[in-house]
């Protein structure tokens, strides 16, 4: 697919017509490739019957194999209003299935979006806000989330915490976070030559579907405790979480004092965030 059956000009041409020139202040890369765009748009999986938020579409080159793939309605927010008259054309060629909003992704609600229909997340994220508005997509007091999947793009570095494994270099409190309640996997990289402007960094595709039955603690506490526990991954966790109650704590949870953060799994993790709760309610 060079480019989608929809009578469109080529994404260099619409950028240039409507002087949509990628400003590094709000993340923009733009991919203008459709053969990469539309794999993007594949790693979703099916789109028949869902309703799908993309985030800071710019020029459109997702939104529009999003919609060619069988998209029933995409949501587009941009706050790059340069970008606006470009979409509104997108939305000629498909009437009725292109809502574009033009706003702040961080404020928004995915519930708000889905109206309880369904609902997947597509999105070559600005890398600014990529990690910010995936936390905030998990926080949720509800669960499973108003989305059946999160297809997303991040710098490589980015991606691999997103996935990475306990004893691993790259896990963290994002990989806790995404652990406990999704399925994460890297579909693919992208090189640099791939976007314009090239970025100085490879970029990755990640597709996460929620787990149905996360370990059952409070976002809250395990965010608070990975924050703890990887804000000073280098020492015993009897150090790291003094702040929390440290080797009386840990005691309490069953976890040996003299670990350090990277080696516990996501399920000890859960286990210190639901006994932090219980001390915190004690107390």
């Given at each position: 697919m060079s480019q989608p059956a929809d009578g469109l000009p080529p994404l260099r041409d619409?950028?240039?017509?409507?002087?949509?020139?990628?400003?590094?202040?709000?993340?923009?890369?733009?991919?203008?490739?459709?053969?990469?765009?539309?794999?993007?748009?594949?790693?979703?999986?099916?789109?028949?019957?869902?309703?799908?938020?993309?985030?800071?579409?710019?020029?459109?080159?997702?939104?529009?194999?999003?919609?060619?793939?069988?998209?029933?309605?995409?949501?587009?927010?941009?706050?790059?209003r340069r970008c606006l008259p470009a979409l509104a054309e997108i939305g000629e060629v498909h009437p009725g299935r292109l809502d574009i909003i033009e706003g702040d992704a961080l404020t928004m609600h995915p519930g708000e979006i889905a109206k309880g229909g369904r609902l997947a997340i597509v999105a070559n994220l600005p890398y600014n806000i990529g990690t910010q508005l995936l936390v905030q997509w998990l926080s949720g007091e509800e669960w499973p989330p108003a989305y059946e999947s999160l297809t997303l793009m991040f710098q490589r570095e980015v991606a691999e915490?997103?996935?990475?494994?306990?004893?691993?270099?790259?896990?963290?409190?994002?990989?806790?976070?995404?652990?406990?309640?999704?399925?994460?996997?890297?579909?693919?990289?992208?090189?640099?030559?791939?976007?314009?402007?090239?970025?100085?960094?490879?970029?990755?595709?990640?597709?996460?579907?929620?787990?149905?039955?996360?370990?059952?603690?409070?976002?809250?506490d395990l965010e608070r405790v990975t924050q703890a526990a990887f804000g000073q991954r280098r020492k015993m966790l009897r150090q790291s979480l003094k702040p929390l109650g440290g080797q009386a704590y840990l005691e309490a949870a069953g976890i040996d004092p003299t670990r350090r953060a990277e080696t516990l799994s996501i399920a000890e993790f859960c286990t210190l965030a639901r006994t932090l709760e219980s001390r915190t309610t004690r107390s």
């Amino acid at each position: 697919m060079s480019q989608p059956a929809d009578g469109l000009p080529p994404l260099r041409d619409v950028i240039e017509r409507h002087g949509i020139d990628a400003r590094r202040t709000l993340g923009q890369n733009f991919l203008l490739d459709f053969n990469l765009i539309e794999k993007v748009a594949r790693s979703a999986g099916s789109l028949d019957g869902l309703t799908v938020l993309e985030i800071g579409p710019g020029p459109g080159g997702l939104t529009r194999a999003l919609l060619s793939l069988g998209a029933d309605r995409v949501v587009a927010v941009e706050r790059d209003r340069r970008c606006l008259p470009a979409l509104a054309e997108i939305g000629e060629v498909h009437p009725g299935r292109l809502d574009i909003i033009e706003g702040d992704a961080l404020t928004m609600h995915p519930g708000e979006i889905a109206k309880g229909g369904r609902l997947a997340i597509v999105a070559n994220l600005p890398y600014n806000i990529g990690t910010q508005l995936l936390v905030q997509w998990l926080s949720g007091e509800e669960w499973p989330p108003a989305y059946e999947s999160l297809t997303l793009m991040f710098q490589r570095e980015v991606a691999e915490r997103i996935v990475a494994e306990p004893g691993s270099r790259a896990y963290g409190r994002l990989g806790v976070l995404v652990g406990w309640r999704m399925h994460a996997e890297i579909c693919f990289d992208l090189p640099p030559q791939a976007f314009s402007p090239p970025p100085k960094v490879t970029s990755s595709v990640v597709h996460l579907v929620p787990r149905e039955r996360p370990d059952p603690c409070r976002f809250a506490d395990l965010e608070r405790v990975t924050q703890a526990a990887f804000g000073q991954r280098r020492k015993m966790l009897r150090q790291s979480l003094k702040p929390l109650g440290g080797q009386a704590y840990l005691e309490a949870a069953g976890i040996d004092p003299t670990r350090r953060a990277e080696t516990l799994s996501i399920a000890e993790f859960c286990t210190l965030a639901r006994t932090l709760e219980s001390r915190t309610t004690r107390s």
